[in-house]
């Protein structure tokens, strides 16, 4: 029997049980449903062209409301190996703003204000720039300066101080408008996922024990006391008991579904799934957030981008690079230039994020483009008001969940997205950048008036894979965890992950949830 049972090996489950296990007196168990991180394009930042496309990632499908005009049986996808979704992404750093994290208190999630928030950042940061109120430079987990930077990101930076965007040196100083570099979570050149920062020491451990290829099928609870879980390892169902706690850190779609099989939720949604309810909580699965993005590609008139490199004589030259020098154009995360800027309806802060790619997108499901070489920016809006739900489809633990992300069902969006990306066309058409582009590819049509952005927003928005929001943190009826993030109702159950989030931050999503990792072990270690 251990102390503690963390169920999911992501980006915050690593930090809980490396902080947990920290003290010598508990033992922690992690079980992670994916393989270990071994798999090299894990660690060189380039692959995540390779990582984020792979048998790393699970796709799940996702029902699309009434009126959706995109793609045909949408999936979004969630990553499935140790390290989570920081073994996987773009690698970019981004907090979000400090006004995020004040609107998560002011909802009820009491201590969670970015005053409160801020040390967790600090604690979890080894930043190779800055030093200051904002930054620290001895924590575990590498936050650098990109090691190398593509002309033409550099190109992009230029137009968007051209089309008025002033230059940002630091998107997490707490002003987050304007253009520049992002800082990504790297360190000597190679990914620093939570796995590598956190596990890589702690492994070594005597008093935790890592189980990766282990599913958790139910979590175990006798009265009103969670004591341990079900699991499937090499096809043999085991048990797992905590003296302790459960810390469910399986991220906003696992860890509702988790809850649900286990008798936590809605209790009319669970009798339909003959599910005996344990406890009749029915904020979970719901306050589904996720971002949406758009992608602009633009065909260049040179073979300026990084569309050269899947040549092999250019590939085998980058590998040459970052193998004798760690440099190069292998050790980019692609994912280069940003920009965030306000629409006419912002509310007095920056909504939209622009990232900048020099290559053919990608994400998009566009491998090239005719001429053979392209650059993407991608278009997100930073705070839809879309809301939407995960629920089950059947109580076995094999069937993925029912996922109603309902993107864009909110007016409010589709007009941002809208002016988001006309003011991204208008970056685009700078002298800067526009000299080397030959003719844009997608938008394939015209775009003229607001409805026919709104028409190309709808037709090719997609999920920008940072869901939240489904296990949220307060004390309203809707609540699933307290501000320690301890689940209502229930004796020595926690979550702690993005599901716990109230709503988005402003950014991407991988930096809140060390950050909820950091401060989840804490109310663990030092209880209020």
């Not at 409160?116 to 001895?138: G, S």
């Not at 650098?144 to 002033?166: F, I, M, N, S």
């Not at 360190?187 to 590598?196: E, I, K, L």
């Not at 306000?342 to 491998?367: K, P």
Request: hydrophobic share 35%; proline share 6%; glycine share 10%.
């Amino acid at each position: 029997m251990a102390h503690f049972i963390v169920v999911g090996g992501g980006s915050a489950g690593c930090v809980v049980a490396a902080r947990l296990s920290e003290n010598p007196n508990v033992s922690v168990v992690l079980l992670e449903e994916g393989p270990r991180d071994i798999n090299p394009y894990i660690h060189l930042p380039v692959g995540f062209y390779k990582t984020s496309q792979g048998n790393l990632v699970e796709h799940y499908p996702w029902q699309p409301a009434p009126d959706y005009t995109g793609p045909a049986n949408p999936t979004m996808v969630q990553a499935r190996v140790l390290g989570g979704g920081g073994s996987v992404n773009a690698m970019v750093y981004l907090r979000g703003q400090p006004a995020d994290y004040d609107a998560w208190a002011d909802s009820g999630a009491s201590g969670w204000a970015y005053k409160d928030v801020l040390p967790f950042f600090l604690k979890h940061e080894a930043n190779d720039r800055f030093k200051n109120a904002f930054h620290n430079d001895t924590g575990p987990v590498g936050v650098t300066d990109q090691r190398y930077t593509h002309p033409l990101a550099r190109l992009w930076v230029q137009a968007c101080q051209e089309a008025g965007l002033p230059f940002n040196p630091d998107f997490n100083s707490g002003t987050q408008d304007g253009c520049g570099f992002y800082q990504i979570n790297a360190r000597d050149g190679r990914r620093s996922s939570t796995s590598v920062a956190y596990l890589k020491t702690a492994r070594k451990r005597p008093n935790l024990e890592i189980k990766t290829e282990a599913k958790v099928l139910r979590i175990l609870i006798e009265k009103g006391r969670a004591i341990g879980v079900k699991y499937v390892q090499n096809r043999k169902v085991e048990t797992a008991y905590a003296e302790s706690e459960v810390i469910v850190s399986a991220g906003a779609i696992n860890s509702p579904k988790l809850l649900m099989l286990s008798g936590i939720g809605a209790a009319s949604h669970l009798e339909t799934q003959n599910i005996k309810p344990v406890i009749d909580l029915p904020g979970v699965g719901q306050n589904l957030q996720d971002h949406i993005e758009v992608s602009i590609i633009n065909e260049l008139n040179t073979s300026l981008s990084y569309d050269k490199y899947k040549k092999p004589y250019w590939k085998a030259l980058a590998g040459l690079q970052y193998l004798l020098f760690k440099n190069g154009p292998a050790s980019s995360n692609i994912v280069e230039g940003g920009a965030f800027w306000r629409s006419s309806l912002a509310e007095g802060r920056a909504d939209a994020q622009y990232c900048f790619m020099a290559g053919a997108g990608v994400e998009a499901g566009v491998d090239s483009v005719p001429g053979g070489s392209g650059c993407t920016l991608n278009v997100c809006q930073t705070r839809p008001r879309s809301v939407g739900t995960v629920s089950l489809l059947s109580s076995d633990p094999a069937e993925k969940p029912r996922i109603q992300p309902n993107y864009l069902a909110a007016p409010y969006d589709v007009e941002c997205m809208a002016e988001a990306v006309e003011y991204g066309r208008h970056i685009m058409s700078q002298a800067a950048i526009a000299r080397l582009i030959r003719r844009e590819f997608l938008p394939s049509v015209p775009l003229h008036t607001r409805e026919d952005y709104r028409a190309f927003v709808k037709a090719n928005a997609h999920g920008a894979l940072h869901p939240v929001g489904t296990c949220k943190m307060g004390s309203d009826k809707m609540a699933v965890v307290d501000s320690q993030l301890r689940v209502h109702g229930l004796e020595g159950l926690r979550v702690i992950d993005n599901s716990v989030a109230p709503n988005l931050c402003s950014s991407n999503t991988n930096a809140m949830a060390i950050m909820i990792g950091e401060k989840g072990s804490h109310h663990i270690l030092s209880p209020s």
